[in-house]
């Protein structure tokens, strides 16, 4: 009889394994010595062990689904429990059994963790489900606002399911919430195309009003006439943008035609207009000369001359108008402030306004004086500070009076 630490092979050639529940036979040997037969069974324990190393290499380092990895351990423990083999059977089972519970801690993580994934993937999918409600609720943005539906669907997909229920409501809400915003926006687009023939009968109207002006003649009525045209149809809205366009054309060739011909005898009345400029420019100079005004009533008598002699002289090209009216505007205004300064200087009773206000100031200094001066002598600080204070404020006054009495002087 051969003998091993964990088997044996007896006369008759049986292999015995040894086990925690005692001995087992293997095997039998008939061909050779009993240590073949027991080197023969090592062999099969290391297959099996190498099996089990594998196992265990597939379980800890890569990420082996769970049920996969249990099934591959209990395939093993039977074949384990069963094997033709001669080696420490029990410690296999011991791995086997770290194994299974290894499997069964990260099965839990594994639930946790889908746990955790389908709370988040609810939060993500009632986001998605509000922010569309939102959009068929307020967006008039359709075209930005149906390209972000179509992307919050494809977020949707790409989020992580849900249980059926939560799932088959959110998405039932976000269905309902798409179909909102198509039947909003048809019936704004419906609405749109309503307000535009509207628009266009409007404009078609201007255009009709405006060709009939284009051959006009009195120039200034039919001018304000196309500004009127004018601020209409730009209160008109828009109408499509070929009929806009087309309309547009219409109005701007009529309105150009008018302006165009306006300007041609604008433009030849300018030119007999000419001398009338240069006898204004003269007279503007002239006139610049009163400045600085030293004399009003002076300045005033030969301003009159030179006003007399300007309308005399006719109209000027529209292009000097503005700057030669302009020039002479600012010396009559000049004029007026040097009159309007030599009224308020000899003006009598604003001067005896002025001169009793001075009065006034220095009788109520003098009081506050003897008064600030009984104060001290008494020793009443509290009545001497204030009459100090007061007594400042009035000597401020009457400063800013005084130089306003001066300037009547």
Known sequence: MSTDPWGRVDEDGTVYVRTAEGERAVGSWQAGEPEEALAYYR???DELAGQVQLLEQRVRGTDLAPAQAEASITKLRESVAEAHAVGDLGSLQDRL????ELVGKRREELRAARDQARVHAREVKERIVAEAERIA???THWKSGGERLRQLVEEWKAAERVDRATEATLWKKLSTARTAFAKRRKAYFSSLDQQRDAVRGTKERIVSEAEALADSTDWNATAAAY??????????????REVEDELWTRFK??????FQARSAVFAERDASFAANAEAKEALLAEAEKLLPVTDARTARSALRGILERWEAAGPVPREQRDRLEGGLRKIDDAVRRAEDTEWKRSNPEARARAQDTVNQLLRSIDQLETRLAKAQTAGRDKDAKEAEEALAARRSWLQEAERTLAEFS
């Open 253 to 258: 060739g009529a309105q150009d035609q008018f």
């Open 137 to 139: 609720e307020e967006t």
């Open 97 to 100: 059994t770290a194994l299974t």
């Open 227 to 240: 500004r009127e045209l004018m601020r209409e149809w730009k209160a008109a809205g828009r109408a499509s």
């Open 43 to 45: 062999r099969k324990f």
